[in-house]
């Protein structure tokens, strides 16, 4: 099976800036999740989507929004980018039914300047 | 609130034994998931305990006991690929949940 897919991989924006990051998951897997990752804060769980629902969410602001689509394919959106977003976004696969055992895309990299 | 509590670095020599502790505070607590992180890589799931006791997996195993919160991974025979940070985590508001609260990482050196 074909891993977690994330694109883009490395994001460069300025302050001010929107941005889309897009996950696919493992084929079958019907649960994405999202967490940001800093070495202040460490892994924080930004949302999850489960068939095209928002299931379960983190302490974000609202700016931090996402979906997911009929294929479970996932997108999350950061609006008004902040220095302080910077950071390695990284979504996770499950089958929805096993949240212990996520399974993770590779990052996507977002420097804000 | 919800919390995991990890040592922030652990060295060790190759062949050698470690462990790496996790006490957590949590109600509503249904098990405890381990993932192994290399620098610059993606966390890969690595046990989950369920029930409290001891779970192995070829050179990992893992312990849990849900009296004292607390549970540990245990890697023997450390090879220098081991070098990485571990987190400790556990899923939050019910069993089967994709939120995962995590700790804050434990970075193991295996020295040679």
């Known amino acids: 099976k074909a891993g977690v897919t994330q694109t883009p991989r490395y994001l460069i924006k300025t302050r001010g800036q929107q941005v889309t990051l897009s996950c696919s998951p493992i084929?079958?897997?019907?649960?994405v999740s999202w967490y940001q990752q800093t070495p202040g804060q460490g892994l924080q769980f930004l949302f999850e989507?489960?068939?095209?629902?928002?299931?379960n969410k983190g302490n974000f602001p609202g700016r931090f929004s996402g979906r997911q689509f009929s294929n479970s394919r996932s997108e999350m959106n950061v609006s008004t980018l902040e220095l302080g977003d910077s950071a390695l976004y990284l979504c996770a696969s499950s089958s929805g039914t096993e949240g212990e055992t996520q399974y993770f895309g590779p990052g996507t990299r977002l420097l804000v300047l | 609130g919800q919390s995991l509590e990890q040592p922030s670095e652990v060295t060790a020599v190759e062949g050698a034994i470690v462990q790496i502790n996790c006490t957590y505070q949590t109600s509503g607590f249904y098990g405890l998931s381990w993932y192994q992180q290399h620098d610059g890589g993606a966390p890969t799931f690595l046990s989950y305990?369920?029930?409290?006791g001891l779970e192995e997996t070829g050179r990992f195993s893992s312990f849990l006991s849900r009296s004292d919160s607390y549970g540990y991974l245990l890697l023997q025979e450390l090879q220098m690929k081991d070098s990485a940070s571990y987190f400790c985590?556990?899923?939050?508001?019910?069993?089967?949940?994709?939120?995962?609260?995590f700790g804050q990482g434990t970075t193991l050196q295996v020295k040679p």
């Open positions: 305990n369920g029930l409290d």
């Open positions: 989507y489960f068939s095209e629902t928002q299931r």
């Open positions: 084929s079958g897997h019907r649960s």
């Open positions: 985590a556990f899923p939050s508001g019910s069993s089967n949940t994709g939120k995962l609260i």
